[in-house]
């Protein structure tokens, strides 16, 4: 990867200066096209190791194999009927249906402002209209409680939309601060999460490292099951899914890095995001 003032090679490692015009990569490393070739060079790499991963995956299997037939007969003698220690705690079950039918149930106008932090959150979007969001910690209490730092912090205030992907989502909330990562809350990095990503699912954006979220956010279009399990759903949309639709209705331009029709050709920015509760 080329530094983006000189266009000189980088040293992996992402160096905080570029050796050579000692420009400040902090932010160039930030960026969704900076991701993307990121993202390239870590494939490259994983694919000169995995002739390695396949012998060691290989050997697991056989270690798993040989202690499952020694283990068997052990548990089969031991049993008493007795209950077992419950596996990793979490929320086992969701009625989705009754989220489905919670989604867009209500209008913005449904709430007003808060002075307290809330589950409820109103991002206004300029030109676009509202849209209020239901925040489950008891889902993704990281993620949530991460959310509502921003909100009571102003940080989401003038970010934009960056990213409009009509048919899936549309992704925003990107800052200049330098944030520190929380953990990724979804079933592929441990955690129990049974929030699916249905239309009107808000969600945290990541890179490949799965526990890399800071405070991008997408809200989705559509239906995608891909990011069931490998992305921590955390809200939902119950006011103005409408503005979604909206946003995903402007003029897009093609990412230069990765080809993806999603770049807004006019700005969606958040004028703000504020805490609110359903009126009585």
């Not at 000189?8 to 930030?30: I, V």
């Not at 009107?200 to 809200?219: H, W």
């Amino acid at each position: 990867m080329n530094c983006p003032k000189c266009q000189k090679p980088l040293p992996k490692g992402q160096p905080r200066l570029c050796p050579n015009c000692k420009k400040d990569l902090s932010n160039f490393y930030k960026m969704k096209e900076t991701q993307v070739l990121l993202e390239a060079e870590k494939a490259a790499d994983l694919k000169k190791r995995k002739l390695i991963k396949l012998v060691i995956g290989a050997l697991l299997v056989c270690a798993l194999i040989v202690a499952a037939v020694l283990l068997i007969p052990k548990l089969g003698a031991g049993s008493t009927g007795e209950p077992t220690e419950a596996a990793v705690p979490g929320v086992e079950t969701l009625d989705m249906e009754a989220v489905k039918a919670e989604i867009d149930s209500r209008k913005p106008e449904d709430f007003t402002q808060s002075d307290e932090p809330s589950d409820f959150v109103k991002i206004t979007v300029k030109d676009f209209g509202e849209i209020v969001v239901k925040l489950r910690p008891d889902l993704a209490p990281i993620s949530a409680r991460n959310f509502k730092d921003l909100v009571a912090r102003k940080y989401y205030d003038g970010t934009s939309f960056h990213r409009v992907y009509p048919g899936f989502m549309i992704q925003g909330g990107a800052g200049e601060e330098d944030l520190p990562a929380i953990k990724g809350e979804f079933s592929s990095n441990g955690v129990k999460n049974p929030l699916l990503h249905v239309r009107g699912v808000l969600s945290m954006a990541r890179t490949t490292v799965k526990d890399s979220a800071t405070s991008q956010f997408f809200l989705m279009h559509a239906d995608n099951a891909t990011l069931d399990g490998n992305y921590a759903a955390f809200g939902y949309i119950v006011a103005g899914l409408d503005t979604v639709d909206k946003i995903c209705q402007i003029p897009l331009g093609d990412n230069p890095y990765n080809g993806e029709h999603s770049v807004p050709q006019v700005d969606v920015v958040m004028e703000s995001a504020v805490f609110v509760t359903p009126k009585q």
